[in-house]
């Protein structure tokens, strides 16, 4: 003879399962199998190949449509916090591109504020540690980087002429680390003679 605990417990599951088909019931009484078939599901795991094979079979026509027009990049400013988000033409230049973020950076009146709005007083670099600064007719799409750092140029007296730097720091980094290279070493050669 069952306990009525036991008993209790048997009853409960009972209603459970009874109440769990009602939940399963619509609001208007229907029943889940003709729910189904009218509820549509998202798609929760994406096609990521879908567009590669829509590019591929698509006309001239939808393929113009495809093309990129615009390029989001990321320029950061020598001493600024953050790099300043810049949406340009594909066809653009870097010569464009340092006159539209420097245009932004003073349209957010970010600090510190820059000492020249001129575009030619600046140089474009891939990084902060690239000596090298990027050719100014250069084409946005040939750099194969979204990435950028501007930074001011650095006027040098050199023979009494004030020259303008925009490569030149890759001489001044190879001069730097002769002389700190051979400085020593001759030093070192004199103690021991």
Not at 25 to 51: C, I, K, N
Not at 91 to 115: C, F
Not at 162 to 178: E, G, P, R
Request: aromatic content about 6%; proline content about 5%.
């Amino acid at each position: 003879m069952p306990s009525p605990r036991s008993h209790r417990k048997g009853s409960d599951e009972k209603n459970r399962k009874g109440k769990l088909s009602e939940k399963s019931m619509s609001f208007h009484g229907q029943s889940s199998e003709s729910t189904t078939e009218l509820l549509r599901r998202p798609r929760t795991v994406p096609d990521l190949l879908s567009a590669s094979r829509l590019a591929a079979g698509t006309s001239p026509e939808v393929k113009d449509r495809l093309k990129l027009t615009k390029l989001l990049l990321n320029v950061t400013i020598q001493r600024s916090l953050g790099p300043v988000h810049v949406l340009i033409s594909v066809e653009s230049t870097v010569q464009d591109l340092i006159a539209a973020t420097i245009r932004q950076y003073t349209k957010e009146g970010r600090r510190p504020v820059l000492t020249s709005g001129n575009p030619a007083d600046y140089d474009l670099h891939y990084s902060q540690f690239s000596l090298e600064s990027l050719d100014r007719e250069e084409k946005l799409m040939g750099l194969g980087s979204r990435n950028f750092f501007l930074c001011p140029k650095k006027s040098n007296a050199v023979e009494g002429a004030v020259m303008t730097s925009s490569s030149s720091c890759a001489k001044q980094a190879d001069t730097a680390t002769v002389t700190k290279i051979t400085l020593p070493w001759l030093k070192f050669m004199d103690f021991l003679l």
